[in-house]
T-cell receptor, first 112, second 112 residues
Framework: DQQVKQNSPSLSVQEGRISILNCDYT??????FLWYKKYPAEGPTFLIS?????DKNEDGRFTVFLNKSAKHLSLHIVPSQPGDSAVYFC???????????FGTGTRLKVLA | DTAVSQTPKYLVTQMGNDKSIKCEQN?????MYWYKQDSKKFLKIMFS???????INETVPNRFSPKSPDKAHLNLHINSLELGDSAVYFC???????????FGEGSWLTVV
């Protein structure tokens, strides 16, 4: 039973446009959410996180939105760049449990 | 200077062998993890140690034994390797609050 789902396995976006990656979760107790980016043959790299007390967190070109009632979060990348092409994982956690549940990832391709 | 480093990066071995993967972090974190990414790309937690104490042990065969000689190191020893153990194993670490985890580059294990 997958508690964190990324229903789009892949996404293609034109350079300069907005990329929107989506993530849904089932456990309403999760209170911390993270996004990671992964290039082939490398480990996941932390991108941005959000606590459940917020509904938006922004860091440069990356913004994460959290909709607790819908149990949904999204990552917006704007403007998208070819170097953003990677697999993006969302993860959810209950603070203090040290357990992070990951989605299966969305492969983003930014076309030049 | 890599924050979370693991060795070896690639490992090909025969069924029935015993192998170890080593992990070290220089972030001063108290908690370390082993994650497994299988052929379906699920990234699942296996173990977590906090200050050398085991705090998470998911349903992993007891052929897998983590060892934490100090809080900067968490090694993974696998006995009697099976074909199904072929996967990418990621080491990670976090501060004691467990809110953001940082991954190593991964160890690609192939059992033949």
């Amino acid at each position: 039973d997958q508690q964190v789902k990324q229903n789009s396995p892949s996404l293609s976006v034109q350079e300069g446009r907005i990329s929107i990656l989506n993530c849904d979760y089932t456990n309403s107790m999760f209170d911390y959410f993270l996004w990671y980016k992964k290039y082939p043959a490398e480990g996941p790299t932390f991108l941005i996180s959000i606590s459940s007390i917020k509904d938006k967190n922004e860091d440069g070109r990356f913004t994460v939105f959290l909709n607790k009632s819908a149990k949904h979060l999204s990552l917006h990348i704007v403007p998208s760049q070819p170097g953003d092409s990677a697999v993006y994982f969302c993860a959810a956690s209950l603070s203090g449990t040290y357990k992070y549940i990951f989605g299966t990832g969305t492969r983003l391709k930014v076309l030049a | 200077d890599t924050a979370v480093s693991q060795t070896p990066k690639y490992l090909v071995t025969q069924m029935g062998n015993d192998k170890s993967i080593k992990c070290e972090q220089n972030l001063g974190h108290d908690t370390m993890y082993w994650y497994k990414q299988d052929s379906k790309k699920f990234l699942k937690i296996m173990f977590s140690y906090n200050n050398k104490e085991l705090i998470i042990n998911e349903t992993v065969p007891n052929r897998f034994s983590p060892k934490s000689p100090d809080k900067a190191h968490l090694n993974l020893h696998i006995n009697s390797l099976e074909l199904g153990d072929s996967a990418v194993y990621f080491c990670a670490s976090s501060q004691v609050d467990g809110n953001t985890i940082y991954f190593g580059e991964g160890s690609w294990l192939t059992v033949v």
